[in-house]
């Protein structure tokens, strides 16, 4: 028989996780939640998350580092802010879930969902073009979602595309990407060169 | 009058087009210009914010300095996702010295710098502040009497900053929809989130969202709802026959922009402001006004 741990010990936890997400905009107050769970009820996809906004909260705070990275409630979280405007303590939730999606993607090394392949397409098509053209972002989000999902799509397409609300070949660009491309781009030349590999916050083992 | 620079965003050039007909339509009759600001680029939407804050909020300042440099007016705003984007970038950038400096940084090295100093408008503010109640009142010509109208506002023009109407008791719609002749009914989801990207996303959750606000708009027995946003406008509307399938009720209901519901009542015709690219044409209870 096998036994297996079931709770955290504190050398298990990640101890500067909270303090990575509060030195983000917007996670300040963190410090500040009395997990009175207003965010959860609130959030109208609380109920489909894994873990709850106030949980999260709680446990970044505890420094429940790879369960929160690996968690799907961020990629649920639709941004409505109504956990933001509801807090009674002033925390910035929604931007905390903003602070949560960046760090799963740069540090989790994988995605259980489609969500973050959305968003990542979605900022690819931006830099290169400087618009969103939704009849493109709508067949790569097909593309990604599964073939019974994207015949779903067919028929809303053929409406759509019947009243004049999708131009299959128009490409919705700037007439000069290049200024924004490069505007972008000095944002990376800034930044500290390296990522700090091996420093990702997991001291101690985390990773069982 | 007063005259805007106008951001009008992706999705209005795209599956939001009758927002964008129908907005410039409305705003030429009362006598206001917008002047498109030259080669903007995305707001960045919700997607930048979660892959790169940085360039998520550079690349909304891209847009506001852009405007500064044309003439500094307050830009219009209509797509809800980008009045928040560029909302949110001014605040942050404001709030956060560090990223301040990325930003200018950033747009200084395209000769483009950022003051911070243009404001950022949704038309509905525009219409009732700026216009004001009284003029809209003069250009309504056919009233839209016994129309039963479901105001939905969204998320985004409402929360987090609340500059266009308090988050928890909003009434501009309803303002706007008496002015036009109509009767705004009550219900109680009128700010709940219409499943935004979800409904690609994640789809069986996105659409039950979108299904909670048709089932409380059918329930008040509107004629229709009304919006402002075009994420909201295509959620409601462009998944109701398979709502109505695999939820076994009537779901049916018409989906229009407030710049529709008021160009309507300017007596402006259908095509002008393009209704006949509505899923679901709302249907008047008064006799079909003059042309526009």
């Not at chain 2, 927002?19 to 919700?46: H, M, Q």
């Not at chain 2, 003439?71 to 301040?100: H, N, Q, T």
Request: hydrophobic share 40%; charged share 25%; aromatic share 6%.
């Amino acid at each position: 028989m096998r036994l297996v741990k079931t709770v955290k010990y504190e050398a298990d936890l990640d101890a500067t996780f909270a303090e990575r997400v509060a030195a983000q905009p917007g996670g300040e107050r963190i410090w500040d939640c009395i997990q009175c769970g207003t965010c959860s009820a609130i959030c109208p996809v609380s109920l489909y998350m894994d873990l709850t906004p106030r949980r999260i909260v709680g446990m970044v705070r505890a420094g429940f580092r790879d369960e929160v990275l690996n968690a799907v409630s961020p990629w649920i979280c639709t941004s409505c802010y109504a956990c933001t405007v509801e807090c009674p303590e002033k925390i910035r939730i929604t931007d905390i879930m903003y602070v949560i999606k960046r760090m799963a993607m740069k540090e989790s090394g994988h995605h259980r969902f489609v969500v973050p392949a959305i968003e990542e397409a979605f900022v690819a098509m931006v830099r290169k073009n400087g618009r969103l053209t939704e009849s493109r972002m709508g067949i790569k989000v097909a593309a990604k979602s599964g073939l019974r999902s994207a015949l779903g799509m067919v028929p809303i397409a053929w409406k759509l595309w019947r009243k004049g609300r999708l131009r299959l070949l128009r490409v919705e660009r700037m007439q000069n990407p290049e200024s924004l491309r490069g505007v972008l781009a000095a944002v990376e030349d800034r930044r500290p060169a390296p990522p700090r590999t091996g420093s990702r916050g997991s001291p101690a083992g985390v990773k069982a | 009058m007063k005259d805007y620079l106008y951001f009008p965003g992706c999705s209005l050039k795209g599956a939001g087009s009758p927002y964008e007909k129908s907005l410039l339509a409305v705003f030429r009759a009362l006598g206001i210009s917008l002047t498109e600001i030259p080669d903007w680029n995305c707001c960045g939407a919700t997607a930048y914010l979660s892959v790169d804050a940085d360039m998520g909020t550079v690349l909304a300042a891209r847009n506001l300095a852009l405007a500064e440099r044309a003439d500094g007016r307050d830009i219009v705003a209509p797509c809800s996702g980008c009045f928040l984007a560029l909302s949110k970038a001014k605040a942050m950038i404001a709030e956060y010295p560090d990223l301040r400096a990325k930003v200018d940084d950033a747009l200084g090295r395209g000769g483009l710098p950022y003051e911070g100093r243009v404001a950022v408008r949704h038309p509905l503010e525009v219409l009732l502040k700026d216009v004001g109640p009284d003029r809209l009142r003069k250009s309504v010509v056919r009233p839209l009497k016994d129309f039963r109208v479901a105001p939905y506002y969204g998320c985004a023009i409402l929360r987090p900053y609340e500059t266009v109407d308090s988050a928890h008791v909003p009434t501009v719609l309803e303002e706007l929809t008496r002015i036009a002749g109509a009767t705004p009914v009550d219900y109680p989801h009128k700010a709940r989130c219409c499943g935004g990207m979800l409904t690609t996303g994640v789809q069986s959750v996105g659409l039950r969202l979108a299904e909670i606000l048709l089932d409380a708009a059918k329930s008040a027995e509107a004629d229709a709802i009304v919006t402002t946003c075009p994420l909201c406008q295509y959620n409601l509307e462009v998944y109701q026959d398979r709502l109505c399938r695999s939820t076994r009720k009537d779901l049916r209901i018409p989906v229009m922009y407030f710049t529709q519901m008021l160009g309507l009542a300017m007596g402006m015709d259908e095509r002008t402001l393009a209704i006949d690219q509505l899923f679901r044409v709302p249907v008047l209870a008064c006799p079909a006004g003059g042309r526009a």
